[in-house]
């Protein structure tokens, strides 16, 4: 059963890579237990992927990994030090965010989604690994 479910992950991860990757202007959701921002560990539940949040993507060994835009407040003083905060505007406003270099470990992945004309499709479900990597996410070296 676990490779299978390795499997399906792997291809559904690379097929949604390779949409954006060439330009398809396509909107998922990944659940996840967790990412790295600039090598730093952070708990979370999912990331949005699409060609405006994650312009870079592409896979790594051990997963992806894109340029991320976040709040200073959301991420370690360390991290907006080295990296710098830049002003964007969005939907008309001036927001502050910090340009990091994001990765997502693939066996932290659990779900993924598509969203087609606001419709959930989802492309990839396996609660076992939500539930098998959540509780060690944090404790695991990187």
Known sequence: MGDMVATKREAV???MISSLRSG???KYYVGL?????????YSATGLSVDLTATTDICRTDAGFACT???PPEMIQPETVKADGIE???VGGQVRE????RLEVMIHDVWSVAEFIDGQQHDL???SETLKARL???LDEPH
Request: glycine share 10%.
């Open 13 to 15: 991860i690379s097929s």
């Open 68 to 70: 991320a835009l976040f």
């Open 124 to 126: 990839f479900l396996d």
């Open 24 to 26: 398809e202007n396509r």
């Open 135 to 137: 509780g060690r996410f």
């Open 87 to 89: 002003k964007i505007t």
């Open 33 to 41: 237990v967790g990412y790295y921002i600039e090598g730093v560990r």
């Open 97 to 100: 965010v910090v340009r990091v």
